[in-house]
Protein backbone atom coordinates (compact mmCIF):
# COMPACT_ATOMS: atom_id res chain seq x y z
CA UNK A 1 0.00 0.00 0.00
CA UNK A 2 1.44 3.62 -0.85
CA UNK A 3 2.15 5.49 2.19
CA UNK A 4 0.75 8.84 2.84
CA UNK A 5 3.77 11.77 1.74
CA UNK A 6 4.32 14.70 1.49
CA UNK A 7 1.75 16.02 -1.20
CA UNK A 8 -0.85 14.42 -0.10
CA UNK A 9 -0.46 15.80 3.50
CA UNK A 10 0.05 19.11 1.65
CA UNK A 11 -3.35 18.64 -0.10
CA UNK A 12 -4.73 17.94 3.07
CA UNK A 13 -4.14 20.65 4.64
CA UNK A 14 -5.33 23.54 1.93
CA UNK A 15 -8.57 21.29 1.16
CA UNK A 16 -8.86 22.40 5.30
CA UNK A 17 -7.89 25.79 4.63
CA UNK A 18 -10.17 26.19 1.71
CA UNK A 19 -7.51 26.31 -0.89
CA UNK A 20 -7.26 24.73 -4.06
CA UNK A 21 -5.81 20.96 -3.46
CA UNK A 22 -3.72 21.42 -6.87
CA UNK A 23 -2.16 24.50 -6.94
CA UNK A 24 -2.50 25.49 -3.07
CA UNK A 25 -4.18 29.44 -4.20
CA UNK A 26 -6.63 30.62 -1.89
CA UNK A 27 -7.84 33.08 -4.44
CA UNK A 28 -9.56 30.67 -7.18
CA UNK A 29 -13.10 30.99 -7.93
CA UNK A 30 -13.45 27.29 -8.23
CA UNK A 31 -10.61 25.84 -6.22
CA UNK A 32 -11.01 21.97 -6.13
CA UNK A 33 -11.86 20.33 -3.23
CA UNK A 34 -10.94 17.05 -3.94
CA UNK A 35 -9.68 14.64 -1.11
CA UNK A 36 -6.16 13.74 -2.38
CA UNK A 37 -5.24 9.82 -1.93
CA UNK A 38 -2.43 7.48 -2.79
CA UNK A 39 -2.99 5.93 -6.08
CA UNK A 40 -1.52 2.53 -4.42
CA UNK A 41 0.08 2.27 -7.91
CA UNK A 42 2.50 -0.88 -8.31
CA UNK A 43 5.19 -1.56 -10.40
CA UNK A 44 4.06 -4.40 -13.25
CA UNK A 45 6.70 -6.62 -15.74
CA UNK A 46 5.68 -5.39 -18.68
CA UNK A 47 6.78 -6.25 -22.42
CA UNK A 48 5.76 -5.15 -25.69
CA UNK A 49 5.40 -1.70 -27.36
CA UNK A 50 1.72 -0.76 -28.75
CA UNK A 51 -0.74 1.89 -28.73
CA UNK A 52 -0.01 5.84 -30.56
CA UNK A 53 1.43 4.79 -33.38
CA UNK A 54 1.99 1.51 -32.85
CA UNK A 55 2.97 0.80 -36.53
CA UNK A 56 6.16 3.09 -36.17
CA UNK A 57 6.68 1.38 -32.96
CA UNK A 58 7.01 -1.93 -34.00
CA UNK A 59 9.16 -0.74 -36.59
CA UNK A 60 12.25 -0.69 -34.41
CA UNK A 61 12.11 -4.56 -33.98
CA UNK A 62 13.05 -7.04 -36.29
CA UNK A 63 10.34 -8.50 -38.07
CA UNK A 64 8.02 -6.22 -36.23
CA UNK A 65 8.18 -8.20 -32.96
CA UNK A 66 7.72 -7.09 -30.00
CA UNK A 67 8.65 -8.36 -27.78
CA UNK A 68 11.39 -9.24 -29.74
CA UNK A 69 12.06 -12.97 -30.88
CA UNK A 70 15.57 -11.97 -32.25
CA UNK A 71 17.00 -11.19 -29.07
CA UNK A 72 15.94 -10.97 -24.84
CA UNK A 73 14.40 -7.75 -24.32
CA UNK A 74 13.79 -6.08 -21.15
CA UNK A 75 10.51 -4.07 -21.05
CA UNK A 76 11.66 -0.24 -19.42
CA UNK A 77 9.26 2.31 -18.72
CA UNK A 78 9.38 5.40 -20.87
CA UNK A 79 8.33 7.83 -18.08
CA UNK A 80 10.39 6.12 -15.26
CA UNK A 81 7.91 4.24 -12.86
CA UNK A 82 9.88 6.20 -9.84
CA UNK A 83 8.73 9.38 -11.82
CA UNK A 84 5.21 8.43 -10.62
CA UNK A 85 6.14 6.39 -7.21
CA UNK A 86 9.25 7.06 -5.32
CA UNK A 87 10.62 4.45 -2.75
CA UNK A 88 8.82 1.21 -4.28
CA UNK A 89 11.77 -0.58 -4.01
CA UNK A 90 13.35 1.03 -1.38
CA UNK A 91 14.09 -1.84 1.66
CA UNK A 92 12.02 -1.88 3.40
CA UNK A 93 9.15 -0.34 0.85
CA UNK A 94 8.35 2.94 0.92
CA UNK A 95 5.83 3.63 -1.72
CA UNK A 96 4.70 7.05 -2.15
CA UNK A 97 3.44 9.19 -5.09
CA UNK A 98 6.02 12.07 -5.98
CA UNK A 99 3.13 14.32 -7.32
CA UNK A 100 0.24 13.24 -5.22
CA UNK A 101 -2.34 15.75 -6.96
CA UNK A 102 -1.26 14.88 -10.51
CA UNK A 103 -1.16 10.75 -9.57
CA UNK A 104 -4.81 11.21 -7.91
CA UNK A 105 -6.32 12.78 -10.67
CA UNK A 106 -4.33 10.62 -13.50
CA UNK A 107 -5.68 7.40 -11.53
CA UNK A 108 -9.01 9.17 -11.59
CA UNK A 109 -8.98 8.79 -15.52
CA UNK A 110 -7.87 5.62 -15.37
CA UNK A 111 -4.57 6.53 -16.29
CA UNK A 112 -1.73 3.86 -15.01
CA UNK A 113 2.10 3.97 -15.41
CA UNK A 114 2.46 0.85 -16.69
CA UNK A 115 0.10 1.41 -19.63
CA UNK A 116 1.19 0.24 -23.26
CA UNK A 117 2.04 3.50 -24.12
CA UNK A 118 4.66 3.94 -21.65
CA UNK A 119 6.63 0.70 -22.25
CA UNK A 120 9.71 0.07 -24.39
CA UNK A 121 11.28 -3.28 -25.09
CA UNK A 122 15.51 -2.80 -25.02
CA UNK A 123 17.71 -5.49 -25.10
CA UNK A 124 18.52 -7.08 -22.10
CA UNK A 125 20.97 -7.83 -19.21
CA UNK A 126 23.04 -11.09 -19.45
CA UNK A 127 22.33 -14.45 -17.28
CA UNK A 128 22.62 -14.56 -13.70
CA UNK A 129 26.09 -16.14 -13.21
CA UNK A 130 27.84 -15.59 -16.32
CA UNK A 131 31.16 -13.99 -15.54
CA UNK A 132 31.98 -12.59 -18.56
CA UNK A 133 31.79 -8.67 -18.03
CA UNK A 134 30.75 -7.99 -22.54
CA UNK A 135 27.71 -10.60 -21.69
CA UNK A 136 26.06 -7.85 -20.69
CA UNK A 137 26.31 -6.62 -24.20
CA UNK A 138 25.45 -9.73 -26.14
CA UNK A 139 21.68 -9.14 -27.01
CA UNK A 140 22.24 -5.55 -28.14
CA UNK A 141 24.81 -6.77 -30.77
CA UNK A 142 22.39 -9.14 -31.90
CA UNK A 143 20.00 -6.30 -32.35
CA UNK A 144 22.60 -3.88 -34.15
CA UNK A 145 23.13 -7.19 -36.20
CA UNK A 146 19.44 -7.25 -36.89
CA UNK A 147 19.66 -3.89 -38.10
CA UNK A 148 17.36 -3.04 -35.95
CA UNK A 149 20.14 -1.05 -32.78
CA UNK A 150 17.95 -0.25 -29.37
CA UNK A 151 20.02 0.96 -26.53
CA UNK A 152 21.03 -1.83 -23.46
CA UNK A 153 18.93 -2.30 -20.60
CA UNK A 154 21.08 -3.85 -17.72
CA UNK A 155 19.31 -2.88 -14.22
CA UNK A 156 20.30 0.65 -12.52
CA UNK A 157 19.25 3.81 -14.52
CA UNK A 158 21.46 7.21 -14.49
CA UNK A 159 20.55 9.67 -12.26
CA UNK A 160 20.40 11.98 -15.21
CA UNK A 161 17.78 9.98 -16.77
CA UNK A 162 15.53 9.50 -13.59
CA UNK A 163 15.89 13.55 -13.53
CA UNK A 164 14.64 13.89 -17.07
CA UNK A 165 11.29 11.96 -16.50
CA UNK A 166 11.19 13.30 -12.95
CA UNK A 167 11.15 17.18 -14.55
CA UNK A 168 8.92 16.05 -17.57
CA UNK A 169 6.23 15.34 -14.81
CA UNK A 170 6.84 18.28 -12.58
CA UNK A 171 6.86 20.74 -15.28
CA UNK A 172 3.48 19.75 -16.59
CA UNK A 173 2.13 20.33 -12.66
CA UNK A 174 3.74 23.21 -12.86
CA UNK A 175 2.20 24.44 -16.43
CA UNK A 176 -1.01 23.57 -15.40
CA UNK A 177 -0.88 24.85 -11.59
CA UNK A 178 0.46 28.71 -13.04
CA UNK A 179 -2.03 28.60 -16.00
CA UNK A 180 -4.80 28.58 -13.78
CA UNK A 181 -6.14 25.53 -15.70
CA UNK A 182 -7.11 24.28 -12.24
CA UNK A 183 -9.52 27.29 -11.63
CA UNK A 184 -11.98 26.53 -14.61
CA UNK A 185 -15.69 25.78 -13.11
CA UNK A 186 -15.27 22.29 -14.78
CA UNK A 187 -13.03 19.51 -14.75
CA UNK A 188 -11.15 20.43 -17.63
CA UNK A 189 -7.85 20.45 -16.20
CA UNK A 190 -8.00 16.54 -15.75
CA UNK A 191 -8.06 15.92 -19.31
CA UNK A 192 -4.86 18.38 -20.15
CA UNK A 193 -3.54 16.19 -17.12
CA UNK A 194 -3.86 13.02 -19.15
CA UNK A 195 -2.80 14.38 -22.76
CA UNK A 196 -0.28 16.47 -21.51
CA UNK A 197 1.25 13.19 -19.41
CA UNK A 198 0.52 11.11 -23.23
CA UNK A 199 2.88 14.06 -24.96
CA UNK A 200 5.16 13.06 -22.41
CA UNK A 201 5.41 9.69 -22.79
CA UNK A 202 5.69 9.72 -26.71
CA UNK A 203 8.65 12.01 -26.07
CA UNK A 204 10.05 10.18 -23.48
CA UNK A 205 9.97 6.70 -25.96
CA UNK A 206 11.23 8.50 -28.76
CA UNK A 207 13.97 9.99 -27.18
CA UNK A 208 14.70 6.84 -25.17
CA UNK A 209 14.96 4.64 -28.62
CA UNK A 210 16.72 7.23 -30.35
CA UNK A 211 19.23 6.87 -27.85
CA UNK A 212 19.08 11.04 -26.92
CA UNK A 213 21.00 12.63 -24.03
CA UNK A 214 19.50 12.26 -21.13
CA UNK A 215 17.77 9.41 -21.81
CA UNK A 216 20.31 6.71 -21.58
CA UNK A 217 19.55 4.42 -18.80
CA UNK A 218 23.30 3.48 -19.03
CA UNK A 219 25.90 6.03 -20.46
CA UNK A 220 28.42 4.59 -19.11
CA UNK A 221 28.05 1.60 -20.80
CA UNK A 222 26.69 2.71 -24.32
CA UNK A 223 29.83 3.10 -26.27
CA UNK A 224 31.37 0.17 -24.95
CA UNK A 225 28.49 -1.84 -25.98
CA UNK A 226 28.92 -0.32 -29.55
CA UNK A 227 32.20 -1.21 -29.80
CA UNK A 228 31.58 -4.67 -28.58
CA UNK A 229 29.07 -5.32 -31.59
CA UNK A 230 31.27 -4.09 -33.67
CA UNK A 231 33.95 -6.14 -33.48
CA UNK A 232 31.90 -8.84 -32.98
CA UNK A 233 29.67 -8.33 -36.21
CA UNK A 234 33.24 -7.17 -37.67
CA UNK A 235 31.61 -3.33 -38.49
CA UNK A 236 33.17 -0.17 -38.59
CA UNK A 237 29.47 2.13 -39.98
CA UNK A 238 28.29 3.90 -37.36
CA UNK A 239 25.42 2.31 -35.62
CA UNK A 240 22.20 4.51 -35.81
CA UNK A 241 18.99 4.74 -34.02
CA UNK A 242 15.56 4.65 -34.31
CA UNK A 243 14.47 8.38 -35.09
CA UNK A 244 10.81 8.19 -34.38
ZN1 LIG B 1 -5.74 25.56 -8.40
Known amino acids: M ?44 ISGVGGRFASAKLDIYPDKKSPPTAYKSEGHHCLAFSSFIMGAQSNPPNPTDRFAALNHYLKEKKYDPNNIN ?24 IAVDNDKPLQLHIGGHAAEFMNASNVLLRDIVRTIQQGGFCDEPDDSFKDLLVEEVEIAEDEAFKSTAGVITPWICHPAHINKAEEFAKEMLDRTDEIIYPKL
Open 2 to 45: TQIGEGIAIALINLEKGKCVFCGKSEHEFPKKDVIKPTGWSRKK
Open 118 to 141: NVIDLPGRKDKGDEDPDAHYAEFA
